[in-house]
């Protein structure tokens, strides 16, 4: 019986804690710090884009221009990614405060929202259900730029509204509360980035530089030369 | 016991939103006065307007993002 106890006292000793092992804040903490390093190492690639927009989208005087876009509904898009972050952030404080219905709700408006935004960067922004894109394809440095800087936040996004799915289905099987959720923190944590550099591709897509009418053929090029 | 725990984690709670809630309202404005400037001073406004989203990633990362949990001892999970 004692020897019984003893091993029972043993196990529970290791379960505690192993020196040779983080404790779970521990890991938390290393956790974050990794998630922080890839939004950083994410960031050059994001940034190296925007330089390029910066660079090529330049007019014979070197002022800022821009492809002539549709402003409304980029506005409107704009909006709808913010107003998702919004909903994120509640679904995160809810889960630390075990309120699960106002996560579950906050997920899937966040989820709801990003799709919204996702869907209308394709068909209003590409136009792919138009019979003449807003911006051709083949129009050049324009598009090159456009179409990099749009299609590589939307992957992101994509990739975001995933991620808020499976942990949404994860919450609903009840595997977070007030005490583990850290992939619901490293899910918003992601979606509220995604947002971060949206706040910095709307103004220099949509807004810097005066606009610039972009023929439907790839002449754009000899503007520059 | 249990019901003033409780008063006070709700109490959190509501105080974690409202900030929410403000970050939320200060996002919108700022976008919108971004919108405005671009449309009155056209090119003019470039250095605002980076000046402008250098102040929305702030409050993202502040706020929603929480960077400061990074050197902070205070842990949720």
Redesign the interface.
Known sequence: MSAVAHHDHHDDHHELHNPMEPT??EQ??MN??GL?MFCLSEAFLFFAILAARFYLWRDADG??IRPYLE?GPA?AF??VL??S??F???AE??I??D?KKTFSFGMLMTAGLGLVFLLGVIFVEWGLMLPEPHLPVNGGAFAAVFYAMTGMHAIHVVTGVILILIVWNNGRKGLYD?????AV?AC??YW??V??VW??F??AI?????AVKVPHHSAIISFFM | MSDHHSSE??A??SG??IR??T??IA??VI?VV??I???AF??E??VW??L??II??GI??N?????S??WSEE???
């Open positions: 779970r804040k938390i903490r974050r710090m922080w002022a800022a402003q506005l704009t909006v913010l107003l972050s919004y994120m952030n509640r404080v809810a630390a405060n309120d007030s005490k583990e959720h850290w923190e918003a944590i509220h980035y947002d971060l706040v910095f709307y103004p949509y807004l810097i530089g005066y | 984690s709700s959190s709670k974690i939103f929410g809630n970050a939320a996002l919108a976008t971004e919108f400037m671009a449309a056209g090119i406004s470039a307007m980076l402008l989203a929305k990633a993202i990362m706020i929603f993002m929480g960077i949990r990074l842990d949720h999970h």
